[in-house]
């Protein structure tokens, strides 16, 4: 089955800073890549997503960048906020069964 | 908000016993999964449900098991509860078109097994 690894697990930086987290996948016919963010006691809440006929995707400060080749793709934050502390997720899925399976989430804290 | 809801919100049960937890899909959405999320994890798949019918199901055993009605709501069945089962438990609903791929995860049951 498919193999998400997310890295890093923690990440901390300063407001206006950037933030990128990194994911690599093993299942080659995976060719949708959502991201997620949970606040502490919340939903994961789908904040962007990437599908694989695409390389880059960008919404306001959030961009989502895939290379199928490498299998890796990769969400990076700009400017950050205080609001942009929460725990991330990146993951996979094919077309034909849906089925997520998720890296193990990155806790980002944003520094005022 | 997502518009998807899952009842109850907290949940203490025994070791031994057996459990239900709800989800009511988006309006529109006709294909439901359900995700356990251990403390400090990510969601690891458990099954799907489109139409009624269960067309897909992750590395969890047959005491896991789970309904989807015709009004797209849906339950989680877990019987003979372990320790190991305490989790959050999440439901994703989704629409059931080759064009969709979106999921969007109800708020979750939290599940303490003592």
């Known amino acids: 089955g498919e193999n998400v690894e997310q890295h890093p697990s923690t990440l901390s930086v300063q407001e206006g800073d950037s933030a990128v987290i990194k994911c690599t996948y093993s299942d080659s016919a995976s060719n949708y890549f959502p991201w997620y963010k949970q606040e502490l006691g919340k939903r994961p809440q789908l904040i962007i997503d990437?599908?694989?006929?695409?390389g880059e995707k960008k919404d306001q400060r959030i961009a989502v960048t895939l290379n199928k080749t490498a299998k890796h793709f990769s969400l990076h934050i700009t400017e950050t906020q205080p609001e942009d502390s929460a725990v991330y997720f990146c993951?996979?899925?094919?077309?034909?069964?849906?089925?997520?399976?998720f890296g193990a989430g990155t806790t980002v804290t944003v520094r005022a | 908000e997502t518009g998807v809801t899952q009842s109850p919100t907290h949940l203490i049960k025994t070791r031994g016993q057996q459990v239900t937890l709800r989800c009511s899909s988006q309006?529109?959405?006709?294909?439901v999964s359900w995700y356990q999320q251990a403390l400090g994890q990510g969601p690891q798949f458990i099954f799907q449900y489109y139409r009624e019918e269960e067309n897909g199901r992750g590395n969890f055993p047959p005491r896991f098991s789970g309904l989807q009605f015709p009004n797209y709501s849906s339950e989680l069945n877990v019987n003979a509860l372990e320790l190991d089962d305490s989790a959050l438990y999440l439901c994703a609903s989704r629409l059931g078109t080759g064009m969709s791929y979106e999921q969007y995860f109800g708020p979750g049951t939290r599940l303490t097994v003592t």
């Open positions: 990437i599908r694989s006929n695409v």
């Open positions: 993951a996979a899925s094919r077309s034909n069964d849906y089925k997520l399976s």
């Open positions: 309006s529109g959405h006709n294909t």
